[in-house]
Structure formats: structure tokens, C-alpha cells
């Protein structure tokens, strides 16, 4: 209820849905760039892969450096 004195406060219309509160939405919020667990995977073996790649590289030339010492 509005005081009469009151000039400042203006009536809500309740029955507008767009002006009730919504309420909170649980959880974490959505990004849009949430990937299919197969997509998730794909890249998973990617990772291990070039680690794999990786490691060998560098065992080669561990090799290569104390083959060239002796």
C-alpha cells in the first residue's frame, strides 16, 4: 500500500510475469561451451599422445648426448 503523501513510488503491476522476481537458479552457470564426453576423451588421448611424443623426444636425445660424451 502506498502512502497518499507519497509522490515517489509508483504501483507494480503483480500480475505481469516479466516484473516478479525470478527466483535464483541453483548450480553453476551454463558457459555454451560444454564438450560431449567423446569430444572430452578425443582430446584426453591427444594429450597423452604428444606427452608420450614428448618423452621420447627428449629420452633419444639423453641418448644421442651421452652416446656423443664417450
Known amino acids: 500500500m502506498i502512502d497518499a503523501n507519497d509522490k515517489q513510488t509508483l504501483p507494480i503491476d503483480l500480475q505481469d510475469e516479466s516484473l516478479r522476481p525470478q527466483p535464483k ?30 618423452l621420447a623426444r627428449a629420452l633419444e636425445r639423453i641418448a644421442e648426448l651421452e652416446a656423443g660424451a664417450k
Open 25 to 54: 537458479r541453483r548450480g553453476r552457470p551454463a558457459t555454451g561451451k560444454a564438450m560431449s564426453n567423446a569430444e572430452r576423451q578425443r582430446l584426453h588421448r591427444e594429450r597423452q599422445k604428444a606427452q608420450r611424443e614428448e
